[in-house]
C-alpha cells in the first residue's frame, strides 16, 4: 500500500484575507481555508482582517498571524481616499500605493518567521494576495537564499481598456492605466519571478505577460471558484412567461449596464424579457431613468444593494446571468452564477470571457459600443426563442463549475502544484477549456 501522503506545511502569505468581505479579500480568505484540507496551513495577514479571522473561529497564534503594518499601509489608504479612490474607482492607483506600502508588511513577515523559515519549520511559502503582478515579493529571494519554495499567486490583472471606452475609463478614475506597463521594469518583479518556484496566473493574459525565461515555472490556475454550501439555490428555467435575466454588481460605467438595457429594451417592451438589477452605484439613478425613457421600467427591477448570502435567492429566480462589463480580471460572479445553473451572456474579453466555454453560455464579441448592444440584442432574442438550449447552456455551466472551479477543487489543484515545487510529482496540467457535459443528477434536479 502506498505511504498516506504527509500534508506539506505552508506558510501562507495572504495580505488580504477576510470571511467578511468580497472581491480579493475574500478570494485570499477562501484559498487559505480551502487549503487546510490538503496542507498544514499557517496564515498570514494584514491586522485589519484580525478580527473577522477571530469571528470565523481561527486561533491566533495556532492557525493564523496578523501583521500590523498600518505605519505605511493607513497613511496609504488615507491618500487613496483624499485622492477620491472610494468605492472602487482608481484601482491602477491603488495599485501603485499598495506596491510603495507592501514591503513593509513583508518585511514584518520575514521578521517574525524568518528563523523559522531557516530552522525548516515550514516546507514551502505561498503568497496568495495581492493579487495584482504588480506588486513584488521581496521574501521571495530570501526563500530561495535558504532553499524553501516559493509559491506566488495566482496573479491577475492589467488588462488593457478597450478602445473606444475612454469615458468610462474616465469615471472609473484609471487615470494611470495607460502607463501601467511601465512595471515590467521594476527591479523587484523580475528578482521576484527569478526567486519563485511556481508562478500561476490567474488570467491568460497574465500569463502572456510573464516573460519566456520563467514560463517554465508559470501555470494558469483562475483564482476564483465557488464554495458549493454558499449556492444552494437553483435557476429558475421555464418554457413560459418573460425570459427571466439578471445582472449583480456595482451599477458604474465600466459594468456596462447602460448597453445591456438598450439591448433588451425590444424585448423589454414586448413582455419576452424581465431584468432583476442587484446592485447600487453612481449610476442607479441615470439607468433607472433610461428604463423610464425607454418604456421598459415595468419590466425592470432595481433592488439595490442586496446582503451577499441573500443574492443567490432573487438570483435563482431566473434563467440567465448577463454580465456585460467591459473589463473584468476575475468574474466571480460569473461562477457563482453558474454554479446555480443559470446560463451566462458576458462580452469576450478578460476574466468572465475565460469561464465560458462554447455550450455553457455565451459571448458577445467586444468592439464598439453599438456593436455589443446588437451582440447583446441578438444573443437575448436567440435565448429567448430557444428556452430548451438556454436551460441546456444553464445545466452544462453548473456542470462545468462543479468540476472545475469549488474550493475543494481549488485546493487540490495547489496541492498539486504544491507537490511539483516540493520534488514529489510532475508539472501537473489543468484542462480549464475543457467543456464538461451535464451531469444527469444535475440536469434532472428539481
Known sequence: MAAERRKPRVLLIAEAANPEWVSVPLVGWSIAQSL??????????????????LRAGLVEGRDFTAIDSEALAAPMWRIG??????DGKGWT??????????????RLIWRRFGADLRAGAFDLVHRVTPLSPTIPSPIARKCR????PFVLGPLNGGVPWPEGFEAQ??????????????????????????????????????????PARHRARALYLPENAVDPGRF????????????????IGRLVPVKGLDMLLEAAAPLLREGRLALDILGDGQLAAPLKAQAKADGTAHAVTFHGWVPHEKVQHIAARNAV??????KDFGGGVVLEAMAMGLAPLVLDYAGPAELVTPGTGMKVPMGPRASIVAGLRAALERMAADRSATAAMGAAAE?????????????RQIAEIHDWVLGRANKPHFDFAAVHPPDPAIENRG
Open 36 to 53: 487546510r484540507e490538503v496542507a498544514d496551513v499557517h496564515l498570514v495577514t494584514q491586522i485589519r482582517n484580525r478580527d473577522a479571522i
Open 81 to 86: 481616499r483624499a485622492l477620491g479612490m472610494g
Open 93 to 106: 492607483l491603488v495599485q501603485a500605493l499598495g506596491a510603495l506600502a507592501y514591503p513593509h508588511f513583508e
Open 145 to 148: 537564499r535558504h532553499g524553501v
Open 169 to 210: 475609463r474616465r469615471a472609473e478614475r484609471e487615470w494611470l492605466a495607460p502607463l501601467r506597463g511601465l512595471y515590467r521594469a521594476m527591479p523587484g518583479r523580475h528578482a521576484t519571478l527569478h526567486a519563485a518556484s511556481a508562478i500561476l496566473a490567474g488570467s491568460r493574459f497574465t500569463l502572456s505577460e510573464i
Open 232 to 247: 444552494t439555490a437553483r435557476a429558475a428555467h421555464s418554457e413560459t412567461g418573460p425570459l427571466r435575466a439578471c445582472f
Open 321 to 326: 446571468l448577463a454580465f456585460p462589463s467591459i
Open 399 to 411: 456542470a462545468r463549475a462543479a468540476a472545475l472551479f469549488t474550493w475543494p477543487q481549488k485546493a
